[in-house]
């Protein structure tokens, strides 16, 4: 070979040596990893999910698709990213009103490191969702090696090739190592790098805890505070024991509160105020778990289900609209997960709504086959007997019979079921600290289709003889259909000796 070939040779391999050596750098350093975050807000009369494309470490772009749920409503919404507290009225993006199911997005700029909040404004009430956005990570030492040692490989290598240089066996010599050393460490530097961490750019989601089945306690009570139940077969639930004051190091206590002369059949605001029980702290560190800040059931003495996801509007502040449709004391519960070692809870308040008072919780229909929703939902629950795994499951069939198969996944899940125990009177009463609440989920992976369907099941040990009040929950159409169950509980037969 003559030696411009060798040299244009020597060259193309020093430069693939280079570009290989410099792509795990490049990429560790400048491809932030995005993180995705979908949030469900019940802003005024309205249901939006957001999803959150977080943005780079250090600040910039943060798309976000907005889809407007459950009833289609006129006017329009408008997102801003601001600091914490800041008007979001400056520059905000509309979306316009939309039908429900169709997405729009939008594209925030969060262009600093820190604290951010994305407001939403419906033009009466501003969610503002927190978002942080971290700090760029420190080149690590290992990555400056490898720059460092390329650079000067590759520039002793090219000065060594050089024809001045190799009439001059020593200089060349002594380049020639000085390349071999760069390399090296290079190589060295690249082959001990510690694998690439992530910094996550927006409110986690923390990981549910893997919990042991064989914990199960006979009783059925799965923690304190609304602590995880064990998973059966792929579920996963929420319990809160009966006369369950939500105390504890770091447990919440939420204060409802309903906006002025609050009037069976009209709309009003709840108001709820989140404060550590310790300390007595605003408590502002709620994660995003289940694709929302807050799951609240809403349950009133007429036995309706308000599943709802209020907006935070200021820290420790979050707001949800309802509309009581008969007088007497509501039971709120709230579940919630605090960040850092928090972990996974529910607090349960109550509050009170002038106008005629309903009768207890009039029984739904037990097993059996009811129509809902332009649907016949076949409810199957064997003998319930207390601290015994039950299960309780619907399917779903058009009206003529064939099954439904297009039920959307709502909140992450196939479908979800709350409950409300027996009181000290034998039913379900939401005013009644002794009626115990449950969430349970059914998370049955989705079909090829993405859609569920015909039938969505929950694992469930009641924990005390008596009546229960269920609702299980799943999506069609962009809307929640309800359908409320009553489970009779048989008291466990005395241990034959
Ligand atoms: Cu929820």
């Known amino acids: 070979?003559?030696?411009?070939?060798?040299?244009?040779?020597?060259l193309v391999v020093l430069l693939a040596a280079l570009t290989a050596l410099l792509a795990p750098v490049a990429s560790a350093?400048?491809?932030?990893?995005?993180g995705v975050q979908r949030i469900e807000l019940s802003l005024g009369a309205r249901t939006l999910a957001l999803t959150i494309t977080a943005p780079p470490e250090g600040g910039g772009r943060m798309?976000?698709?907005?889809?407007?749920?459950?009833?289609?409503l006129p006017g329009d919404v408008t997102l801003a990213a601001v600091r914490p507290g800041e008007d979001p009225a400056t520059a905000p993006v509309v979306v316009p009103a939309a039908p429900v199911g169709q997405p729009h997005e939008v594209v925030l700029t969060a262009d600093g490191v820190g604290a951010w909040e994305i407001a939403v404004a419906d033009g009466s009430t501003i969610a503002r969702i927190p978002i942080t956005v971290a700090a760029p990570a420190p080149t690590p030492r290992w990555v400056w090696a490898v720059r460092i040692g390329a650079v000067l490989g590759v520039v002793a290598l090219i000065a060594a090739l050089a024809p001045s240089v190799r009439q001059r066996p020593r200089l060349a010599l002594a380049l020639g190592a000085a390349a071999i050393v760069g390399l090296t460490i290079a190589a060295t530097a690249v082959a001990t790098a510690p694998a690439t961490s992530t910094a996550a750019t927006t409110a986690a989601t923390p990981a549910a805890?893997?919990?042991?089945?064989?914990a199960v306690p006979a009783g059925g009570h799965a923690g304190h505070g609304g602590g995880a139940m064990p998973d059966m077969r792929g579920m996963s639930a929420t319990d809160v024991p009966a006369d369950m004051p939500a105390m504890g190091p770091g447990a919440v206590v939420v204060t409802a509160r309903t906006g002025p002369g609050a009037q069976a059949g009209a709309p009003t605001d709840l108001e709820l105020d989140l404060t550590d029980g310790s300390?007595?702290?605003?408590?502002?560190?709620?994660?995003?778990?289940?694709?929302?800040?807050?799951?609240l059931a809403v349950i009133g003495p007429d036995g309706q289900l308000a599943h709802v996801h209020p907006v935070r509007t200021a820290p420790g502040r979050y707001v949800v609209r309802v509309q009581p449709a008969t007088g007497g004391r509501y039971g709120v519960f709230a579940e919630m997960e605090r960040a850092g070692d928090g972990g996974h809870q529910v607090a349960r308040t109550a509050f009170d709504v002038a106008g005629p008072a309903a009768p207890a919780i009039p029984a739904a229909p037990g097993a059996g086959v009811r129509q809902v929703a332009g649907m016949d939902a076949e409810v199957t629950t064997p003998a319930a007997v207390a601290g015994r795994p039950t299960r309780v499951s619907v399917a779903f069939t058009r009206r003529g019979g064939a099954p439904v198969t297009d039920l959307q996944g709502w909140l992450g899940m196939a479908g979800h079921l709350m409950l409300l125990g027996p009181g000290l009177s034998g039913v379900p009463d939401p005013a009644d600290p002794a009626s115990a609440f449950g969430h349970v989920h059914d998370m049955s992976a989705a079909g090829p289709a993405g859609?569920?369907?015909?039938?969505?099941?929950?694992?469930?040990?009641?924990?005390r003889a008596g009546r229960y009040a269920l609702w299980?929950?799943?999506?069609?159409?962009?809307?929640i259909v309800t359908v409320p169950v009553t489970v009779d509980v048989a008291a466990a037969a005395a241990p034959t000796p």
């Open 1 to 10: 070979m003559t030696a411009p070939r060798v040299r244009a040779c020597a």
């Open 29 to 34: 350093h400048e491809s932030t990893p995005v």
């Open 63 to 72: 798309p976000v698709v907005v889809l407007p749920r459950g009833e289609a």
């Open 209 to 214: 805890a893997p919990v042991d089945p064989a």
């Open 279 to 295: 300390t007595g702290a605003v408590v502002d560190d709620l994660t995003i778990h289940d694709d929302a800040l807050i799951h």
């Open 451 to 463: 859609t569920y369907g015909p039938q969505v099941g929950f694992d469930y040990t009641f924990p």
């Open 472 to 479: 299980v929950q799943v999506q069609r159409d962009w809307q």
